[in-house]
């Protein structure tokens, strides 16, 4: 019962940040300096036709009912119409939604099992070589901006140096994610390179500490292998901590990508919020905003059960 609590508890506190942060995304969407009417129909449109388009679009509502109107939308699955083509958001963002969480699944599926093996060997193989050239390595990736890891992979593997893999994505409209995965190397490889620091570097020092614990010296006096000492006793226990770490990296990966697919020109949510903005397309930029938002209150709501569920400590204080 201490967890279904515990987990009711934080399923009322994403709905009610999901609740402020539509409340932010929709007042700073209605302070735009910029018109909605005048930016999609042109300089040269007249007030008749910009009276209409915002009666079309019900911008001539109060923002009240501008806000119900969309909360419910959003509520039923169906958050609007785009400004700039007049279609259901939901029919032309499908694709990309798609692309973009494998493009985040893929990332992730990299990522976090490369970051638990080297931080957990760079704690065992603590101020030795592995460890020091980790530690250096792992800061200078992290103090990199993704554009400019970006960049530099494909200087490297997609010119003259190494003409490797191809430098953009190839993926038509209506084709799925995977059926361009040698274009999807380098976008993958970037996000890899963003994320594996932050998150190896958390593990190792879960791990260290853990490592000094009075238990894991039990074990080992015990007798018992160094691999399941590592596995079955340590890692259990340092991998709760790091839960909230590879959360917040996972859910950063839904606004990383708009660096990413922007430089690969990978269709996904990246290049549609840089569209949208450009355009003022305001339903979309509150779609997108509302769909990163989401999940972010997700990923830390899987973190924070996760953590309770690999960690023996936790289990028994909820009990």
């Known amino acids: ?72 939308g959003l509520l039923q699955g169906e958050p609007g119409v785009s400004y700039s083509n007049g279609q259901p958001i939901m029919d032309f963002l499908g694709d990309r939604i798609q692309n973009s969480l494998f493009l985040m699944f893929m990332g992730s599926l990299i990522s976090i099992p490369l970051s638990l093996v080297i931080g957990s060997y760079a704690a065992l193989r603590r101020d030795k070589a592995f460890d020091n050239a980790n530690s250096v390595s792992s800061l ?100 709760g901590p790091t839960f909230q770490v590879i959360a917040l990296n996972v859910a950063y990966m839904a606004g990383g990508v708009v660096v990413v697919e922007s430089l690969f020109n990978f269709p996904g949510i990246g290049l549609a919020m840089r569209d949208a903005v450009r355009d003022v397309n305001i339903p979309v930029v509150q779609f997108l905003a509302m769909f990163i938002s989401f999940i972010y209150v997700v990923t830390n709501l899987a973190a924070d059960i996760g953590t309770i569920l690999v960690t023996p400590r936790l289990r028994t204080r909820l009990k």
Not at 40 to 46: I, K, M, N, S, W
Not at 176 to 184: A, L, N, R, T, Y
């Open 1 to 72: 019962m201490g967890i279904l609590k515990l987990v009711l508890r934080r399923l009322a506190l994403g709905v009610l940040t999901l609740f402020v942060v539509s409340l932010a995304v929709f007042l700073l969407s209605q302070a735009l300096p910029s018109d909605p009417a005048r930016a999609v129909l042109g300089r040269e449109a007249t007030e008749e036709n910009v009276a209409a388009f915002r009666a079309q679009y019900g911008l001539d509502q109060p923002m009240i009912t501008q806000y119900t109107t969309w909360i419910k």
């Open 140 to 239: 200078i990736l992290a103090a990199m901006p993704e554009f400019v890891l970006g960049a530099f992979l494909v200087v490297l593997f997609a010119t003259n140096v190494w003409n490797i893999f191809p430098a953009t994505i190839r993926i038509r409209p209506g084709e799925p994610p995977w059926s361009d995965m040698k274009g999807m190397i380098l976008p993958l490889m970037t996000l890899t390179l963003a994320v594996t620091p932050y998150v190896s570097r958390v593990v190792r020092a879960s791990m260290i500490e853990v490592l000094e614990s009075d238990y894991v010296e039990m074990g080992r006096l015990k007798g018992l292998p160094e691999r399941t000492v590592l596995w079955r006793h340590a890692m259990p226990n340092a991998i």
